[in-house]
């Protein structure tokens, strides 16, 4: 009862500038997923998965080149947002820490 959300993909969470000036990706992936609205019900429904700030979880999200994988990650939830009436509006999750399930 979720609708899809609109995925961002990093291969890396930070950059480094090397000596040479090249720039290397340093870290795990990072995936966030953004949502115009949900429903008070879909918002409970995501929120189950965190008793706290954040929870360890399994997704499959989409990577910048098309393809889903997926990931065992670190859940964080907002921990302000808006609700309009019966809706939680312009929502981002955050997923840090992600390694490739096998």
């Avoid at 949502?35 to 409970?44: A, C």
């Avoid at 670190?74 to 992600?98: A, G, K, Q």
């Amino acid at each position: 009862g979720i609708p899809e959300p609109e995925a961002n993909f990093t291969d890396y969470a930070e950059t480094v500038v090397l000596g040479s000036g090249l720039v290397r990706g340093m870290g795990f992936p990072l995936a966030s997923w953004h949502y115009g609205y949900l429903t008070n019900p879909q918002w409970d429904l995501l929120k189950a998965f965190v008793t706290g700030a954040s929870t360890s979880v399994c997704i499959a999200t989409m990577k910048n080149d098309g393809s889903f994988l997926r990931y065992n990650c670190v859940m964080e939830m907002p921990l302000t947002y808006v609700i309009r009436s019966t809706r939680v509006v312009d929502v981002t999750i955050n997923f840090t820490n992600l390694v490739a399930a096998e």
